[in-house]
Nanobody, 121 residues
Framework: VQLQASGGGLVQAGGSLRLSCAPS????????MGWFRQVPGKERDFVAA????????YYADSVKGRFTISRVSAENTMYLQMDSLKLDDSAIYYC???????????????WGQGTLVTVSS
């Protein structure tokens, strides 16, 4: 399964971006899809996840209230709306798909290529 992530870019602090992720194969109700982010020299950190079937969402404390994860099942696409962006949100954002919810990146099976988000002052 290939995951195609897009939507990254350069934005000023306080601005917004929307990331999207489309798997090459159908996503089933048992799947969990999510976003992680990584900066050089650090481990990949959990950002948000969504259960495909129920739509239940999970967020890291650092993004709660600012980021919104969603999915459109008919399009087989997941989104991450990022508002009130901060300098610390700058990272490569990876979309992922797994068989269960986890905040640990190694528990997920498939990964996109990453999309760079840069927040400037």
């Amino acid at each position: 399964v290939q995951l195609q992530a897009s939507g990254g870019g350069l934005v000023q602090a306080g601005g917004s971006l929307r990331l999207s992720c489309a798997p090459s194969a159908r996503t089933y109700s048992s799947h969990v899809m999510g976003w992680f982010r990584q900066v050089p020299g650090k481990e990949r950190d959990f950002v948000a996840a969504i259960r495909w079937g129920t739509g239940r969402t999970y967020y890291a404390d650092s993004v709660k209230g600012r980021f919104t994860i969603s999915r459109v099942s008919a399009e087989n696409t997941m989104y991450l709306q990022m508002d009130s962006l901060k300098l610390d949100d700058s990272a490569i954002y990876y979309c992922t798909r797994g068989n269960g919810y986890s905040t640990y990146w190694r528990d997920y099976n498939y990964w996109g290529q990453g999309t760079l988000v840069t927040v400037s002052s």
